[in-house]
């Protein structure tokens, strides 16, 4: 199954800062899906991102406060802009792994200060 | 009609005994149900799943009982050891590719006495 590589961890952030999360995938893939899961609850899906497109959104998550790169078949970012400690979160890259189902990676545990 | 209902919220089962968990959904074009499992500082992780045309799938001592007509489906994990606490989520989608939306549920979280 594929491996997902998530980067950072977890980090501390002050109010109104922007923080990047990287994913890296061992393998060429079509779509990531970057999901959000708020301390004890489920998961959200934020976006899909399609290599070569503009990301799409689910409702409730827009561009301007959650852009995301896309430029190549293993790798995605997303970017959680202007933070608030509402957007405290943990903030989940994932693909579709064939007949594995999907394979997330571990996650960035992010604090807004 | 897009949630998938999940419960209980938190179980704590004695260790050898019968972990259940429930999910209900309501539209009826679902067609996969998987279950995942993530323990702290971790993604989630497919444990195992099932497609309506089967009433249950059984994976070692987890198994998937669905019920079509009350569009019910239900984790039971046999022999339950500490090793399976973690939180435990359902799921659903229309179709299995890229293009499914999948929908969790809650999640619970069990927690197995030793």
């Known amino acids: 199954s594929a491996v997902i590589s998530q980067k950072p961890s977890r980090d501390i952030c002050q109010r109104g800062t922007s923080l990047t999360i990287q994913c890296q995938v061992d393998?060429?893939?079509?779509?990531m899906f970057w999901y959000r899961q708020q301390p004890g609850q489920s998961l959200t899906l934020i976006a899909t991102?399609?290599?070569?497109?503009?990301?799409?959104?689910e409702s409730g998550f827009v561009i301007d406060k959650f852009p995301i790169s896309r430029p190549n078949l293993t790798f995605s970012t997303l970017t959680v802009s202007n933070m608030s400690p509402e957007d405290s979160s943990i903030y989940l890259c994932s693909v579709l792994d064939g007949g594995d189902g999907y394979t997330f990676g571990s996650g960035t545990r992010l604090t807004v200060v | 009609q897009q949630q998938v209902k999940q419960s209980p919220q938190s179980l704590i089962v004695q260790k050898g005994g019968i972990s259940i968990i429930n999910c209900a959904y309501e539209n009826t074009a679902f067609d996969y149900f998987p279950w995942y499992q993530q323990f702290p500082g971790k993604g989630p992780a497919l444990l195992i799943a099932?497609?309506?045309?089967?009433s249950e799938k059984k994976e070692g001592r987890f198994t998937i009982s669905f019920n079509k007509s009350a569009k019910q489906f239900s984790l039971h994990i046999m022999d339950s050891q500490p090793g399976d606490s973690a939180t435990y989520f359902c799921?659903?989608?229309?179709?299995?590719?890229?293009?499914?939306?999948?929908?969790f549920g809650s999640g619970t979280r069990l927690s197995i006495r030793p």
């Open positions: 099932i497609r309506p045309d089967v």
């Open positions: 393998s060429q893939v079509t779509m």
């Open positions: 991102a399609n290599q070569g497109s503009e990301a799409t959104y």
């Open positions: 799921a659903a989608s229309i179709g299995y590719s890229s293009a499914s939306k999948i929908i």
